[in-house]
């Protein structure tokens, strides 16, 4: 059938609601990337041999992660009328032991991690799921998910992110039909402006103005692209989004391009993320059958289809115009601007086009149904709503974390995130990927937004947090992230190319102990006219690791060379 | 790769927008690399110059000029696994595979055993930092990984010391 | 629109006025600031400009500051467009200091470039605390300095697509696929021509146009059948040839350009015309 109205659209929300509370017992087990990698689908094979040997009526599905990362494989037990349950570090030898107590209307008490007796979906949707099991602890109670407001992580490891029912029955794509036949072009564009909402791949532009710049472009045709290449290690955020709940992502396209005026968008992502490049074509697919892309959406005069184009290994693809330049066949490497990406011959194959991070995309739904004012509530004046952080590395509590805007580096790392992992001192934290600074752990009373980022000389980036302890080296830090942007260097301009290569060249000496005073001098020199004289984001940015290294571990470097 | 199957490859990407990456990727996953007659044929059937294929396919890390061994073992790299220890598990992997880090003319790290068993390569992220140090193994991704359990895990793939 | 076009509904390109370093010219609004010195010898170092082809961006000596909405910014003249009141200094400390280490970048990667050698000592850099790259085997002598005017001549003006960049990052390099000889290549040379350090090299050697460069591809040279001189690169000839109109004399069309001119002197002469006539 095809969803042309509210009313199509709450028919498919009844039967979605069937299938997450249904009147039987269900168990979904956390089948993201890192579920699969530490055992979720032998948990899953397990579960459904016993469920099928034994003839039970007990319904097995797939769900995302609830960011929880440290705690894998999760498994949600729900029983009708009791509290929906999460079990933690879950593996095949569970199994029987689970079906057994489920068919009772029991769960094992040993793997729970918590209860949630209801659960807000932030799109006007609150899923009651019942009473009891009280001995186990309330997630709220829950140290790594109390300090946690999740707005865009908020179905994920709940619903079943193959299945676009379930999307629908916790609110999903009510925002896109808000706004397809309630709203014009320039409404949307101002709730956008009006909330604050900025990039969240790491510059921080105002969403709202570059769609409207987008929309005002006067050109044939434009383009919407989202950008999946999700390249600084230590960052999965976008990952998880789309494999936990892609329509998300679909739904906030939908919203733009109508805003913009597109008819044709992109989703550009990484080809190391197989199972996100899955899970976005199923949910293309599904969406298409409900008539949610394609011609005529809710019967209304506007079409849009999303295609994927994926990527090839190479980080300064994440560089606006060499994304482009990779869609369109070409090698990555960035050009000069102008023209800028939204002018008209500077864009997508010339048309004017506009670029946007996952995660900036998966914010517009809830923006349009809950209003710009609820939005701008979240966080602080110029830096509003939540940013969804992985915080991994030599830390406790590994996994991600959605924050307001503006939480400090303390809340995360030492709350949240229970400090240094084996009881050991937490030294600094590297924030922004290989784009961004390390920040010593004196300073960890930084709120986490994108001025005060800059201000400690590093960047918010995409949301990567790599805790780092005592035993970490500084200087082998530094190395490291020079040796990454080398080889992701595309090689267009000399100062990234040759002075990327020689500062690696420096560091390899400083850290063999032959390197000498002079050489630190030289680096620092060298780091400077990089910065100051390289044509893209990259070169610009690449020796921040090794600015702010030796901003705050100076004596580091100092140890290592003659005095 | 026969012609047939590179046809039914080209046939899948009919939008200009990523289609040379997009068929590129799909021949390196079946493949393992990119055959040289195969981006021969594909430079005639799509018209466009071999130098243009050949600067995409040396330029993206993804794709592999060289064929690979049976099974492919890719150590994550990225800085959560470098955090986490992961130059000592690709030291190890050295030491099990009998091959020694090439820092190689094109930048591409990527070696593989004599009896072409086995392929060592290294990537910038597969995304599954909570569970570092990570592997990849013919597209199964390993977590947690140590010294020691990586006998345990090649041994899956027919390994033996 | 690309840089260097303007929107104007007559055609006619609006005059401006831009000042570099205080003094003030006219211009083309639009105009690339780094042409505009050019033309007006006002010293600003570049080695990957070239007017026929969309700036590049790659070299980055041409760095120039300019004062935008009150803030001092360092930009690329090359891809600076001339507007109404737009103002630029070229050799501010903070240029000299970057463009000097630019310069030492320079002398490591291109050792045997004369013309690199040349240029920074223009700008007081004679020597480089950076490794040299001394490659025996480079087949482009140690001069290439990667700016992208053979690939980009090859490709966007010729169309030939007989070389492309290999590789990225330090590890690049430019050549023929598989470092082959290759069929597409023309012979024309303009990858020789337009190199800004003469690091490409070509000789025609046996009848036949070799470019050493280029893992030694060899297009066949045309003869001539009058002095026998080896004097243009077959294919590109033939086609050329085949396209005039009206188009030469089988006999004519076999002669190289002395010969020919020498050949159709005397035709005139004997026919007495002694004047403009047809070449044909």
């Known amino acids: 059938m095809k969803i042309t109205s509210a009313a199509d659209l709450e028919t498919v929300r009844q039967a979605g609601l069937q299938k997450l509370q249904p009147v039987k017992p269900r168990i979904a087990v956390g089948l993201a990337t890192c579920g699969i990698a530490v055992g979720g689908s032998r948990v899953y094979e397990r579960l459904r041999e016993i469920i099928k040997r034994d003839g039970l009526d007990i319904i097995l599905t797939k769900t995302g992660c609830i960011g929880y990362c440290k705690e894998e494989p999760l498994v949600n037990i729900t029983i009708p009328n009791k509290p929906l349950v999460i079990l933690h570090k879950v593996t095949e030898a569970d199994a029987e032991e689970i079906i057994k107590l489920v068919q009772k209307g029991k769960v094992p008490a040993d793997k729970a991690l918590c209860r949630v007796p209801s659960w807000d979906h932030v799109t006007g949707c609150i899923l009651e799921y019942g009473k009891g099991f009280t001995k186990i602890p309330l997630y709220g109670k829950v140290p790594f998910f109390k300090g946690q407001q999740k707005v865009i992580l908020r179905d994920a490891g709940l619903i079943n992110p193959e299945d676009i029912d379930e999307y629908i029955a916790v609110g999903g794509y009510k925002a896109a039909i808000k706004a397809l036949t309630g709203k014009d072009s320039e409404t949307v564009i101002k709730e956008v402006e009006k909330s604050g909402l900025r990039g969240r791949g790491g510059a921080g532009f105002p969403t709202g103005l570059k769609w409207r710049i987008t929309r005002d472009a006067k050109a044939e045709k434009k383009y919407i692209i989202c950008n999946a290449d999700e390249g600084d290690p230590g960052a999965y955020m976008n990952r998880n989004e789309m494999e936990s709940d892609p329509h998300m992502l679909i739904e906030g396209m939908i919203i733009g391009a109508y805003a913009m005026g597109a008819p044709d968008g992109l989703i550009y992502i990484r080809a190391e993320y197989p199972l996100a490049i899955k899970r976005l074509k199923l949910a293309i697919g599904q969406a298409r059958e409900y008539g949610l892309l394609g011609n005529n959406i809710f019967g209304t005069n506007f079409s849009f289809d999303i295609g994927i184009a994926t990527g090839a290994g190479a980080f300064v693809c994440g560089e606006s115009t060499a994304l482009v330049a990779s869609i369109e066949g070409r090698t990555g490497r960035p050009h000069p601007r102008p023209p800028r990406l939204t002018d008209i011959g500077g864009g997508l194959f010339g048309y004017p086009t506009d670029l946007n991070n996952v995660e900036t995309w998966c914010n517009v739904p809830v923006i349009i149904i809950n209003g710009s004012d609820w939005y701008a509530r979240i966080g602080s004046k110029d830096n509003t709503g939540t940013k969804v952080f992985s915080l991994v590395g030599k830390v406790d509590r590994v996994g991600l974390v959605e924050v307001p805007l503006g939480t400090t580096l303390n809340t995360i790392v030492s709350d949240i995130g229970n400090g240094g992992a084996n009881n050991k001192k937490v030294k600094a934290v590297q924030t922004g990927g290989p784009s961004g600074g390390c920040i010593p752990f004196r300073l960890f009373d930084t709120p986490m937004d994108f001025e005060n980022l800059n201000k400690a000389g590093s960047i918010m980036g995409s949301g990567g947090i790599v805790v780092m302890d005592e035993d970490t080296d500084m200087v082998d830090i530094a190395r490291f992230f020079i040796n990454f942007a080398t080889g992701e260097s595309c090689g267009k301009c000399i100062p990234c190319r040759e002075g990327l290569k020689h500062s690696l060249l420096l560091l390899n000496r400083i850290l063999a102990k032959k390197g000498t005073k002079k050489d630190i001098e030289t680096l620092a020199l060298l780091s400077d006219t990089i910065v100051a004289t390289s044509l893209c984001g990259l070169g610009q940015t690449a020796p921040n690791p090794v600015l702010t290294t030796l901003a705050y571990f100076r004596e580091e470097y100092d140890a290592l060379v003659k005095p | ?161 | 629109m690309t840089p260097g076009e303007v929107s104007s509904t007559d055609g006619q390109k609006k005059q401006v006025e831009v000042r570099i370093n205080g003094k003030k010219y006219p211009a083309d609004e639009g105009e690339i600031i780094l042409g505009i010195a050019v033309r007006e010898k006002i010293a600003i170092p570049h080695l990957c400009y070239e007017p026929s082809l969309v700036p590049y961006g790659a070299c980055r000596l041409c760095m120039v500051e300019v004062v935008k909405r009150g803030k001092r910014e360092l930009t690329t003249s090359c891809t600076l467009q001339a507007a109404e009141g737009l103002e630029v200094v070229t050799d501010t400390p903070e240029i000299v200091k970057h463009r000097s280490i630019l310069f030492e970048l320079y002398l490591a990667e291109a050792p045997k470039s004369d013309v690199i050698k040349a240029m920074a000592a223009r700008y007081g850099v004679t020597k480089t605390r950076f490794l040299k790259k001394l490659d025996t085997t480079d087949s482009l002598g140690n001069k290439c300095i990667l700016c992208g005017l053979c690939v980009r001549a090859c490709n966007e003006i010729m169309g030939a697509g007989a070389i492309g960049f290999v590789n990225r990052g330090p590890y690049t390099v430019v050549n023929t696929p598989y470092f082959e000889p290759t069929k597409d290549c023309y012979g024309c040379g303009a990858c020789v021509k337009v190199c800004p350090t003469n690091a490409v090299e070509m000789e025609d050697a046996g009848g036949m146009r070799i470019m050493k460069s280029w893992s030694e591809t060899k297009v066949p040279l045309l003869r001539c059948d009058c002095c026998g001189k080896y004097y243009a690169p077959k294919g590109l000839a033939i086609s050329i040839l085949a396209r005039i109109t009206p188009s030469l004399k089988e006999e004519t069309a076999a002669l190289c350009p002395e010969c020919r001119g020498k050949r159709i002197a005397r035709e005139e002469i004997l026919a007495g015309s002694g004047g403009a006539g047809n070449h044909g």
């Open chain 2, 1 to 161: 790769m026969d012609e047939p199957t590179l046809d039914a490859i080209i046939a899948r990407y009919e939008a200009p927008s990523g289609r040379l990456l997009g068929i590129l990727g799909e021949i390196q996953d079946q493949e393992g690399y990119i055959p040289r007659e195969t981006l021969g044929m594909l430079a005639e059937k799509l018209d466009v110059r071999l130098s243009q294929l050949y600067s995409l396919a040396t330029f993206y890390s993804y794709f592999s000029l060289t064929p690979v061994g049976e099974h492919v073992i890719t150590v994550c790299m990225g800085t959560a696994c470098h955090v986490k220890g992961a130059p000592a598990i690709l030291e190890a992997l050295e030491g099990m595979l009998g091959i020694k880090s090439d820092t190689s003319v094109d930048g591409k790290f990527s070696i593989t055993t004599e009896d072409r068993k086995f392929t060592l390569a290294i990537a910038r992220c597969f995304g599954a930092c909570s569970m570092a140090p990570v592997l990849r193994i013919d597209g199964n991704l390993y977590g947690y990984a140590t010294k020691e359990n990586l006998p345990a895990i090649l041994g899956e793939y027919g390994w033996e010391p």
